[in-house]
C-alpha cells in the first residue's frame, strides 16, 4: 500500500514546519510508535520499563525531526509503503539499536 493523499498532505505540512501538523502527526503516530517499541522489546527479549518505553518514543520522534525531518523526506522515505509502515521500520531500528 502506497502512501496516502492524507499522509502525503501531512508530511508536506510538516516539511513546511507547520506546529499544529507535527502536533496532529504525533498524536497519530505514537500509538503505532508504542506498540512498534513493545513488540521489538519483547520479541528481542530486551529489559523493559514503562520509562525505557517512553525514552524510546522520544527517541524515535527526535530521529524524526533530526536534520530538519530528514527521515521523512523523499530522498529516505519514497512513499512507496503507507506511512505507518515506514515508521514501524524506523521505530524498530531505533529500538534495535
Known sequence: ????????????????????????????????????????????ELPSSPEATEKLCGDVFQELLKDNFALLRKENFHGKSSLATYLSVVARRIVAK
Open 1 to 44: 500500500m502506497a502512501l496516502s493523499e492524507m499522509d502525503q498532505k501531512l508530511l508536506e505540512r510538516c516539511l513546511k514546519h507547520d506546529e499544529s501538523a507535527w502536533e496532529e502527526f504525533v498524536k497519530k503516530y505514537v500509538p503505532l510508535v508504542l506498540q512498534t517499541i513493545e513488540y521489538t522489546v519483547d520479541s528481542q
